[in-house]
């Protein structure tokens, strides 16, 4: 499977799911995807834990002007005002159009489960065809401990009410996966 | 608190109320018929056969070492941070944890879904021991709202409906709750749970893998609670059992392919959690997590060194046992296990919760053979049952008179036919043409929603000399299996299906010492039994003097292709005839297309019968996993085949099932019926003679037009030649 199938299938599957998939080729892209979302939803908060110190400057300017407050440490004190979390994904799967997110640090948990959209950007280079495929990089992570590996793969759902699908029950209502094309970036 | 009770009768009287809830009974019907679709979807692509034997072969690979794995997974886990603990039983378990609890001055847990602490009865425990404890799992909180066990292993509240949980949440919050807004009440349980997230002092997990290598567990979760309760309280314990122990990512990467697709039909669930030793916790002790994991043994390993039963620790827990179970979908897990729940529940209830819980509802089992087909490791769930049920009868010493009467008939084979021929003179005064007026003194009023057929006049056996066909070339030789339906009851199926072979040069004969299968005696847990008459059957019917064993019967095929091999295992010479007997065993529609490949025309149903509904019997579809060969043989007879609902579904009959249970043999026959009778046939066809008798009896008694029910033979026969009377 080459990388556009892998990218077609992950789109296929992401549907199926209420995954929200979006093109970039800059971070920048990202961040007024974030903003956006963040603003056309009534939001007032990003918290996004896990940039770089770059890229931290870059959306911190970006919200100052969209007057949004960017939240980046100590979240377990804010947690009840995460409005959306932008995270870096680590891994694609595309057969199951699941996010595979590095998540032993603290904050970077509470901005996945107590936001209400999560924003995830995933460079294509890093999208693999199935599960098995991707078994040698978890494990490596796996023996680096103390470490929490997170899974994602669509928003918070239950149908224990009569079967019927909800979303949103206790993690995020929304997930959105923005591919961002590293290779010509 | 869970009850399950001991009593046989006490039991029947919970199903028949169970059988009244017309709610619980429409929601598991649908949920069955949406389940089997999704199922299949998600395995789309997939070769599912060798998946299911990859996984069994590894989980058998580490069940002989769990404790092996255990001290890799202890060392791993706790060279980073964790504290690693054992329990032997299930107070011990409980126990640990309260003392983890209150040595770090633990007030408030949150809990995620974890059948574990279900087995383990640890709210309850935790409760008494002044905590306050809460399931965040939605269908949990629910349940627990409700002082209620799960009613099944991954929805369980799905016994419940909207209108209740509306009840139940204007209660919890004071506020009326509309039944139609589903979302909104998903909501309320998202706003009143996140406070108790955020002020928990510990959260309590089970895991779906403990990988050893690692020290990993992984945990499979929709809702993100599972996420939550590892993540914000101070301290985690997760509550593991035994037999989740795997070498390897590679092992749990594997079962996670399977686990969601056969659970719920989702190619994943929404969220995997892996964590691998205590981690950041800015609340915690350093700002890291106090982690524990407590591992339960309660029997695990014991039950890894049983050389029949440990491959139910292969079990990982997806639910789909019950899913596709037909005695499930009419009574709802509250009646169909103890804690454990559907075919797996039935006998994990005997290791994890004893006997007395046992030993009324592992009588309850169709071996339909459902379970079987869907199991995603491949547990022979139905003859695990049947074990189960032995034990518990060897274990109590006195046999049920049935029992005791089945097995001294059976073993006694000219007794056996002495009796049948007797009840043939007997039923005289009492016949009416085919069927009994009135049920024989064994039966009582509720086995009355089906009439019973006569035995014949003359049996199969005393009519094959004068029917036999010979032919002078001879291209198969072929021993017929008649079994004892078609022998003393249906010997005009047998006559049907010798009319088909005239013209095709196949030398039938009937080995006279055949007898009963066995298979009502494998039923009633009478493995002895069952052992002496396949070696009487083996000896009757030297299979290395034929090239086929047909039977018109599926039970009977089944039985022979698959029970016999099992039941002789080990025992010299048998073992390698039971062996060449199954292989050669074979039905009569596959007969029919796939060895004597009878074109289209030349057979044709006869003029009354264009229209056919089809019944898949148990023991064909799924025990001998023939699908194809009658559903083609019906198409090249020139028949009108409609598909119904549930073609694959047990009609009810089970033998002795029917007797145990009558009122849920007379629901699934109601249910089968309606469903044949709506695809607008004339004729209702199946090829096992044992269904014959249970939807022919049932169609006899109910109300309007009826279908027709015959055996394929005889459908398929009957153009070609008058039937010629009893």
């Known amino acids: ?185 | 608190m869970i009850t399950t009770p001991s009593d046989p009768k006490t039991y029947r009287q919970d199903l028949k109320r169970a059988l009244q809830n017309q709610f619980l009974g429409a929601t598991l019907d649908t949920f069955s018929t949406a389940y089997k679709a999704s199922r299949a979807k998600a395995f789309e692509g997939m070769d599912l056969d060798a998946l299911i034997a990859e996984i069994a072969e590894g989980k058998d690979g580490s069940i002989p070492h769990l404790e092996e794995l255990f001290a890799v997974f202890k060392a791993r886990a706790e060279g980073s941070g964790v504290k690693v603990h054992v329990a032997q039983t299930a107070g011990e378990a409980n126990g640990i944890i309260a003392e983890i609890a209150r040595a770090n001055g633990v007030k408030t847990i949150v809990k995620g879904k974890s059948m574990t602490a279900e087995e383990t009865f640890l709210n309850d425990h935790l409760e008494k021991e002044g905590f306050v404890v809460t399931e965040t799992d939605l269908g949990e909180w629910i349940i627990q709202l409700r002082h209620e066990g799960p009613s099944h292993m991954v929805m369980p509240a799905i016994h419940l409906s909207r209108g209740q949980v509306a009840e139940l949440f204007t209660k919890v919050t004071g506020q009326h709750q509309d039944p139609e807004d589903i979302n909104g009440m998903v909501k309320v349980a998202r706003k009143q749970l996140r406070q108790t997230f955020l002020e928990a002092d510990m959260g309590i997990t089970g895991a779906n893998f403990a990988i050893a290598e690692t020290g990993t567990i992984g945990i499979v979760t929709n809702e993100g609670n599972g996420r939550l309760v590892t993540t914000l309280p101070r301290v985690h314990v997760a509550l593991v059992g035994f037999d989740k122990l795997l070498p390897d990512l590679k092992s749990a990467l594997r079962i996670l392919r399977v686990l969601p697709r056969n659970a719920t039909g989702q190619l994943i669930s929404t969220y995997v959690t892996w964590i691998t030793g205590a981690t950041p916790c800015t609340t915690g002790p350093n700002g890291r997590k106090e982690m524990h994991i407590v591992f339960l043994d309660n029997g695990r390993l014991a039950l890894a060194r049983d050389p029949l039963f440990s491959q139910a620790l292969r079990c990982i827990r997806c639910g789909a046992c019950a899913n596709v179970c037909p005695i499930y979908k009419l009574v709802g897990g509250h009646n169909y296990g103890h804690v454990y729940i559907g075919a797996i529940g039935l006998i994990l209830t005997y290791f994890y919760h004893g006997r007395e819980n046992a030993r009324a509802i592992v009588r309850n089992c169709l071996n339909c053979q459902a379970c079987k087909a869907v199991c995603p490791t491949g547990i022979d769930l139905p003859h695990l049952i049947k074990e189960v049920y032995r034990s518990v009868l060897q274990v109590e010493g006195d046999k049920p008179l049935k029992n005791r009467l089945l097995s001294r008939v059976l073993r006694d084979r000219k007794l056996f036919h002495f009796l049948l021929r007797r009840a043939s003179l007997a039923q005289k005064p009492v016949s009416d043409g085919p069927y009994l007026r009135h049920l024989p003194f064994l039966f009582a009023q509720e086995h009355n929603f089906r009439r019973l057929p006569t035995v014949a006049a003359t049996p199969l056996r005393d009519r094959w000399n004068r029917i036999a066909p010979r032919p002078e070339k001879v291209r198969h030789r072929v021993a017929l299996f008649a079994g004892c339906l078609v022998d003393f009851v249906y010997p005009e199926q047998a006559e049907a299906l010798l009319r088909l072979l005239k013209e095709h040069a196949v030398q039938i004969d009937f080995p006279p010492d055949q007898s009963c299968c066995g298979l009502p005696a494998q039923m009633m847990g009478e493995k002895e039994t069952a052992q002496e008459v396949a070696i009487q059957n083996l000896k009757a019917m030297d299979p290395a003097r034929y090239d086929y064993v047909l039977t018109l019967c599926a039970s009977c095929g089944s039985h022979l292709k698959e029970n016999y091999p099992k039941l002789l295992a080990g025992t010299p010479g048998l073992q390698v005839q039971a062996q060449q007997m199954a292989s050669k065993v074979i039905d009569f529609s596959s007969f029919m297309i796939d060895v004597l490949q009878i074109p289209s025309g030349e057979v044709a149903g006869d003029a009354l019968t264009r229209k056919v509904a089809y019944h898949a019997p148990c023991h064909l579809c799924r025990g001998l996993k023939v699908t194809r060969a009658p559903r083609e043989l019906l198409e090249r007879a020139g028949l009108e085949y409609l598909p119904s609902k549930d073609e694959d579904v047990c009609c009810g009959f089970g033998g002795s099932f029917s007797i145990d249970f009558p009122e849920l043999s007379a629901e699934l026959l109601s249910r089968k019926l309606a469903n044949a009778e709506a695809t607008g046939a004339d004729t209702l066809v199946t090829d096992c003679p044992g269904c014959v008798l249970q939807l022919r009896g049932g169609m006899e008694k109910r109300l309007g037009k009826r279908l027709k029910v015959r055996h394929i033979a005889e459908v398929i026969a009957a153009s070609r030649a008058p039937s010629p009377k009893k």
């Open chain 1, 1 to 185: 499977m080459d990388e556009q199938d892998r990218i077609k299938l992950l789109k296929e599957k992401a549907e199926a799911v209420q995954t929200l998939v979006a093109d970039i080729t800059t971070l920048r892209q990202a961040f007024d995807y974030a903003i956006e979302v963040t603003k056309r939803q009534g939001g007032t908060t990003i918290a996004a834990p896990s940039l770089g110190m770059e890229e931290r400057t870059l959306l911190g300017e970006l919200c100052r002007k969209a007057e949004i407050t960017l939240l980046t440490e100590d979240l377990r004190g804010q947690a009840g005002s995460i409005h959306a979390g932008l995270t870096l994904g680590d891994w694609g799967i595309a057969e199951t159009a699941t996010l595979v997110l590095e998540s032993t640090s603290e904050d970077q948990r509470i901005a996945t489960m107590l936001s209400e959209t999560h924003v995830a950007v995933l460079p294509k280079s890093r999208i693999k065809s199935d599960l098995m495929e991707l078994e040698s990089e978890l494990s490596a992570s796996m023996h680096a401990a103390p470490r929490y590996l997170a899974f994602i793969s669509g928003a918070s759902r239950t149908a224990d009410i009569e079967r019927v699908l909800t979303i949103g029950v206790h993690g995020p209502q929304e997930l959105h996966l923005l591919i961002l094309d590293d290779e010509a970036a």
